[in-house]
C-alpha cells in the first residue's frame, strides 16, 4: 500500500487503511468469507466491541477467479472517534468535541476541485464498457437475511447534477442490484438526487448518474449530510482536506469523479425507468418498507483501480451502524455550523447522540444564555436548520456547565432544570423519512414532528436558581497532579464546571472564611 506522508492529507482509501492499521484499527482476515450475511454478520458483532476495528476480508468466498478481484472493506469508520479523526485530517486522539468544533470551523471553508488528466487518474487503472459490464462478478452482499437483494456501495458517494444550476451533488443512498448491468437507486423525499431526477423527467431527460464505491471516507462523512443547493460536496470535501479533490471526467458522462477513487460506476436513469426495491435493513435498526418503484439506473461503464477495495456500510442499531459514529460527528459540526452562520451567539457544543437512529434522532446543544428566550431559540434553529432538520426528533438544549456528549450529564440536566409542563413544546408536520417506523400507517409518512425539550436553568430566575455543587479548579489540579501517585486507577475525568464563588459564598450565608476556625475574630 502507499507509503503515509505526515505533511500531506490523506489521498486515497488505501493510505487511509495505512494510517487505521498504524493505530491498531484495521483486522484482515486471509480467510474466504460469504458474501451473504457472514460479513455483515462479522461486522455487526465487531461493531460492538471496544476498541472496534475496521475489518478488510482480502478472500470473499466464491470470487477467487474474478478478474475484477475486489476486495470487501466493512466497519469503516464504526464507532471508532480515532477512524472518524483520520478520515477528517485531525489526529486519531482528538477528544470528541474538540473534534467536533473543528470540523465545524473545516466546513467553513470552500476548496473546488481540480480535474486531473484520465492518465493521471487511479482510478482509470481499469475500464469495463458495453456488454462486458458483469455485476455479478462483484462480490456485492446481502446484508441482513429479509433484504429484497444484494446491495452495493453502501459506503458509496452518488453523483448528480443539478439539471437547473449544474453543480454536482454527491450523495450517501443505497444502491440494489438489479441484473448484470442495472442498479436501483433509493432516494427518501426531499434528497438532493431525488429533486435532480424528479425535475428532469419533468423535461423528458435523461439523468446521467456515478457511483463511487470505494472511496475515501471522508466522501461518506460529507455526503451524508445537506448543504447549500449551489455549491458541490467536492468544495466542502475539498475545504476540510485543505486542497483540492482531484476529479476526472466521467467516459461516458459528464460528470466529475473521485480521480482517487476505488470503483466507479456510471449509468444513465431514463425518464420514468424505475422497478421495484427492497425491502433493506435501515439506519435505525429496522426494515425500511419495499418500494414499488425507485429510478433505475443502466450501468454504462465500471471503472476500478487493481484489485479495488469496496466499501460496504452495515446499517444497524447503535454501536453497529456505521452511519452512528461518524454521522454523530459530522452532523453536529454541520448543526453547529449553521447556528453560527445564523448568528446565535453562545453556543458551546453541539452533539447528535450516535445510538439515536444512526445519529440522527436527537440534537444536544450546550449554551451559554445571554438573553431571554435564547434556549428556546437555539433549540428551534436547531430543529430546522438545513443540517438538523431532517429526521430528528428530540432537540434538547443544557447551559455551558453541561458537556453535551456526555449522556448521563444530559439527562442529570433534563431531571434537575427542566419542568415539562413549562420546558417541552412540539413541532408537528416537520421533515422525517419512510423509514420512520414509529408513523403508522406507513402512508403517515414521510411526515414527522419534533420536541424541544429546554433543560437549561429557568433564564428568569437565574439569580434565585439552586446552585450547583462543583468542585473548586485548585482543589481539581491537586488532585490531578497526585493521581498517579495516590494509585488510582486510569486518568483524572475531565470536568466542564468549577466553582468560582466559593469564598464569597461563605460570607453570604454567613459562615467561617477557609482557613479560620468557627468563633475567630474577622
Known amino acids: 500500500m502507499d ?86 485530517e485531525e489526529p486519531a486522539d482528538t477528544p470528541t468535541m474538540s473534534l467536533i468544533e473543528r470540523t465545524k470551523d473545516k466546513l467553513k471553508q470552500r476548496t473546488p476541485p481540480k480535474e486531473v488528466d484520465a492518465a493521471d487518474a487511479p482510478l482509470y487503472e481499469n475500464t469495463i464498457t458495453g456488454d462486458d459490464i458483469d455485476l455479478d462478478q462483484l462480490p456485492i452482499p446481502r446484508h441482513w437475511p429479509l433484504d429484497g437483494g444484494r446491495y452495493g456501495g453502501t459506503g458509496d458517494a ?65 455526503g451524508s449530510q445537506g448543504f447549500a443547493k449551489n455549491v458541490s460536496e467536492y468544495e466542502y470535501a475539498g475545504g476540510i482536506k485543505g486542497e483540492p479533490i482531484p476529479v476526472v471526467r466521467g467516459k461516458t458522462t459528464d460528470l466529475l469523479l473521485p480521480a482517487n477513487a476505488e470503483l466507479v460506476i456510471e449509468g444513465v436513469i431514463r425518464p420514468g425507468q424505475v422497478r421495484a426495491e427492497g425491502p433493506f435493513g435501515e439506519f435505525p435498526g429496522y426494515y425500511g418498507r419495499p418500494e414499488a418503484g425507485c429510478p433505475l439506473v443502466s450501468v454504462t461503464a465500471v471503472h476500478h483501480r487493481t484489485n479495488p477495495i469496496l466499501t460496504n456500510a452495515l446499517m444497524a ?56 428566550g435564547h434556549a428556546a431559540q437555539a433549540l428551534a434553529l ?88 462543583t468542585l473548586r479548579k485548585e482543589v481539581y489540579d491537586g488532585i490531578a497532579s497526585r493521581w498517579t501517585a495516590l494509585g488510582l486507577p486510569g486518568e483524572i475525568p475531565t470536568v466542564r464546571a468549577f466553582e468560582e464563588e466559593a469564598q464569597v459564598l461563605y460570607h453570604e450565608v454567613g459562615g467561617f472564611e477557609p482557613g479560620k476556625q468557627p468563633g475567630e475574630d474577622e
Open 317 to 372: 442499531d447503535y454501536p453497529s451502524c456505521e452511519q452512528s459514529g461518524f454521522f454523530s460527528i459530522i452532523r453536529s459540526a454541520k448543526i453547529w455550523d449553521d447556528l453560527d452562520k445564523l448568528g446565535v451567539p453562545g453556543i458551546e457544543g453541539v452533539y447528535c447522540h450516535p445510538a439515536a437512529a444512526g445519529g440522527f434522532g436527537m440534537t444536544v446543544i450546550s449554551l451559554k444564555q445571554q438573553y431571554a
Open 158 to 222: 452518488v453523483i448528480t447534477r443539478d439539471p437547473d444550476s449544474g453543480y454536482l451533488n454527491l450523495g450517501t443512498y443505497r444502491m440494489m442490484q438489479q441484473s448484470k448491468n442495472e442498479v436501483g437507486l433509493y432516494l427518501s423525499p426531499g434528497k438532493d438526487a431525488r429533486l435532480h431526477i424528479t425535475r428532469a423527467w419533468e423535461r423528458g431527460e435523461d439523468v446521467p448518474v456515478a457511483a463511487a464505491w470505494g472511496i475515501d471516507p471522508l466522501f461518506m462523512l460529507v
Open 382 to 469: 436547531a430543529a430546522q436548520v438545513p443540517g438538523g432538520a431532517y429526521y430528528t426528533k428530540w432537540i434538547i438544549a443544557v447551559d455551558d456547565d453541561v458537556d453535551p456528549t456526555d449522556t448521563d450529564q444530559v439527562i442529570w440536566a433534563m431531571a434537575s432544570r427542566c419542568n415539562p409542563g413549562a420546558d417541552i413544546d412540539f413541532l408537528r408536520n416537520t421533515w422525517s423519512t419512510w423509514l420512520d417506523p414509529t408513523q403508522n400507517p406507513p402512508e403517515n409518512r414521510p411526515y414527522g414532528s419534533k420536541a424541544l425539550i429546554n433543560a437549561c436553568k429557568e433564564h428568569r430566575h437565574l439569580p434565585v436558581f439552586s446552585k450547583r455543587t
Open 3 to 88: 507509503q503515509i506522508t505526515t505533511n500531506k492529507p490523506i489521498q486515497d482509501l488505501r493510505q487511509w487503511l495505512d494510517a487505521a492499521e498504524a493505530e491498531g484499527e484495521l483486522v484482515r482476515i486471509t480467510d474466504a468469507v460469504d458474501r451473504d450475511e457472514e460479513m455483515s454478520g462479522i461486522s455487526y458483532l465487531l461493531a460492538k466491541q471496544n476498541p472496534s476495528p475496521a475489518v478488510l476480508f482480502e478472500r470473499p468466498a466464491g470470487f477467487d477467479k474474478s478478474p475484477i478481484g475486489a476486495k470487501m472493506l466493512w466497519n469503516i469508520l464504526g464507532p471508532s472517534i480515532k477512524r472518524i479523526a483520520l478520515a477528517l
